[in-house]
């Protein structure tokens, strides 16, 4: 053999080229991709982390919005970033991260945008004084843009309590528009269009607030059904009746409506 098959022989023989005579040969089958796991799957753990916030909810001025409904909002918007998931990483801190960040944006825009500008003042004292101006007021150029632009929705949000309530309803006038006269007349149409028996369902149940089955009981209607409340058909058919009348009577322009 001369010199230089001795030297293609060394060339060949050379570990690193089977490495790679072997790579080209028979390559490697790549790496498997992680699957990502379905938001269902993890649906417990979520609640589980959700969960542990409830008792850091404190905004309660908010009637309407309690924690269930705080829960909710957030297993949506986690449900909506989930594509956004990386299975690399664990599942835990980036749920806190979502539930945070959506409970501050939630009393952000539900309360800390209309808020009075007072509870975020270093002047501001005990009840509603002020260091400054004496009480919290227009007198204050923070609180006068407050009352102009946001007041009326900071109002709207805020529960009312029942006594404030019932108050309120009580004291309310109405110009223009005399409810209980309209109702006086309405009742005197309906005696006038009812039969008899008609009309004392009618009295019973929309006048003096009975049940259906007192205004049966009062009828003396009886039923031989089983599990029925005595009565039942006989006072479905006279409502049924009474409804007809009424809007044949609204058709015709003889009750006013407001």
Known sequence: MDIRGKRI???LQNPLLKILGRTQDHPEEPMPRRKKPKFEDFIEQIDAEIKKRKSKWNLTALSWMDFDDVSQILRIHIFKKWH???????LNPWINRIISNQIKNLIRNNYGNYCRPCLKCAAAEAGDLCYIYGKQSEACPLYANWARTKKQAYDAKLPLSIDDHSNEINTTHYEGIDVMSLLTKLNEKMEEALKPAEWKIYKALYMDNMSEEEAATMMGYK????????GYKQIKNVKKSIIIKVKKMLNDGEIEIL
């Open 223 to 230: 039923t031989n059904e089983k599990n029925r409340v005595p």
């Open 9 to 11: 022989q060394l060339i």
């Open 84 to 90: 956004l998931y990386d299975v690399k990483k664990p």
